[in-house]
């Protein structure tokens, strides 16, 4: 006996089977109700078709008799029409038990509720890895293929799942529709939002496995992966430089432009980059909020911080290219250049003088800021407090090669060997005298000016120099002891205290 044809008659009670591997429906998501049927099978169990009927036809496969009169699309099966029915009612009759959530069909609920059980039955077949859903599988292949099927008909990028189009749309309208509770900041993604609100939390759930450190957001862990490879795949089209992360590309693009949109509330200073900004706004703060670990300096910029850690090492990775002389620091380095070139680029406006102008400038201030801690003396320059520091001190660390004798400063120790050389460098423009030290220049040209303003507090006799008062004061002090002592045998003279010198002149 032939096999009974299958009614394309829409009211015909007799359906087939609904079996879903055997046919595909056109909608994505479709599902009959359990009474529907059971209804079905109940007609078809008390049909009988005969072979000559004339009223039962056979149905071509691809024909789709039903349709939808709200849409207008056409389906193969009955109960398909009616599952799709629920997308224009926006009815959603099925229940999650577990977390209440609500769906329109019965086989989204069934897909749904994979989420709440450990079991991962779909698996990639290149990389092994296992998925709940075999929608997600599928979406997962195009990560080995690197396809983008879906494209932005606004401004053409392309991604990989139909889902990301979705979300990227938004980016197209001035809609946010997802507000944060706590600071009512609004988000054109529910994402967006959900990564927002760690920053009211402070947590930081992602962690590095390589250092351990902790970031609020999974992308910028990812971003900052690369840290620990020597991989720059993003490259400057200008100069050719290479980074890391794009983002560090895009900041330092600005570099080749003369643009500085970001500007100082204070004192208008403007600034290429938001963080240079940032790292601004402390000098008007005067915060030092980075704090060396070793000596407790404190310091008003990371950079500034982390230079100033090589103090407490050994390590010199700048060496000069002329003499081969190594240095801690770059900017150190840079400043020993102009040894080598006699540069100055940089002049005093009150007096002309071309040296370290910042430091130079102090000079001129009657303010001295750095005080001794152990006689009160004060400076207007922290090096020279430094220095002077050693005078309280019986430490002299730096010896003389050739005869041994020692110093507290390195400087003077410069000076000092000189006097083993033949060398006199500094001459007089008046006399053609030279000497080997230009301070001892400076005090001989006091010969040929007609100014003394060094007097003597007792009798008040005028010298050129400062060191010809002392020998006078020994020469006073000495004939004031030979009236007291009439002959007999002499006393040693002081040497050092000048103020015994006073004492006896006034007895």
Request: net charge positive; hydrophobic share 30%; aromatic share 6%.
């Amino acid at each position: 006996m032939n096999e009974p044809a299958r009614s394309c008659d829409p009211q015909s009670p007799l359906q087939p089977d609904p079996d879903p591997e055997e046919e595909v429906s056109d909608s994505s998501d479709t599902e009959i109700s359990e009474d529907d049927y059971h209804e079905t099978r109940v007609a078809q169990s008390d049909v009988k078709i005969h072979e000559g009927d004339a009223n039962v036809r056979k149905c071509d496969s691809n024909e789709k008799p039903f349709s939808c009169h709200e849409c207008g699309k056409t389906f193969k099966k009955k109960w398909d029409l009616k599952s799709h029915k629920v997308v224009h009612t926006g009815e959603r009759l099925f229940c999650c038990d577990v977390c209440g959530k609500r769906f329109k069909l019965q086989n989204a609920l069934k897909s749904h509720m994979v989420i709440h059980t450990e079991e991962k039955p779909f698996s990639c077949d290149v990389c092994g890895k296992r998925f709940k859903r075999q929608k997600i599988l599928k979406e997962h292949m195009v990560v080995h293929t690197g396809e983008r099927p879906f494209s932005c008909d606004v401004c053409g990028k392309r991604f990989k799942r139909q889902n990301a189009l979705k979300s990227h749309m938004v980016i197209h309208t001035e809609e946010k529709p997802f507000s944060c509770d706590v600071c009512g900041k609004r988000f054109k993604r529910q994402k967006i939002l959900k990564e927002h609100m760690v920053v009211h939390t402070g947590d930081r759930p992602f962690s590095c496995d390589v250092c351990r450190k902790r970031f609020k957001r999974q992308k910028i862990l990812k971003e900052h992966m690369v840290v620990h490879t020597e991989e720059k795949p993003f490259s400057c089209d200008i100069c050719g430089k290479r980074f890391k992360l794009q983002n560090a590309l895009k900041s330092h693009m600005l570099i080749h432009t003369e643009e500085k949109p970001f500007s100082c509330d204070v004192c208008g200073k403007r600034f290429k980059r938001q963080k240079i900004l940032k790292e601004h706004m402390v000098v008007h703060t005067g915060e030092r909020p980075f704090s060396c670990d070793v000596c407790g300096k404190r310091f008003k910029l990371q950079n500034t911080l982390k230079s100033h850690m090589v103090v407490h090492t050994e390590e010199k990775p700048f060496s000069c290219d002329v003499c081969g002389k190594r240095f801690k620091q770059q900017k150190i380095l840079k400043e020993h250049m102009v040894v080598h070139t006699g540069e100055r680029p940089f002049s005093c406006d009150v007096c002309g003088k071309r040296r370290t102008l910042k430091s130079h400038m102090a000079v001129h201030a009657e303010e001295r800021p750095f005080s001794c801690d152990v006689c009160g003396k004060n400076f207007k320059l922290k090096g020279i407090l430094t220095i002077h520091m050693k005078v309280h001190t019986e430490e002299k660390p730096f010896s003389c090669d050739v005869c041994g004798k020692t110093f507290k400063e390195k400087g003077i120790l410069k000076i000092h060997m000189k006097v083993h050389t033949e060398e006199k460098p500094f001459s007089c423009d008046v006399c053609g005298k030279t000497f080997k030290l230009r301070r001892t220049l400076k005090s001989h040209m006091a010969v040929h000016a007609e100014e003394r303003p060094f007097s003597c507090d007792v009798c008040g006799k005028r010298f050129k120099l400062k060191k010809h008062i002392k020998p006078h004061m020994k020469k006073s002090l000495k004939l004031h002891m030979e009236v007291h002592t009439e002959g007999k045998p002499k006393q040693e003279l002081p040497q050092k205290n000048e103020g015994l010198v006073f004492h006896f002149f006034f007895i």
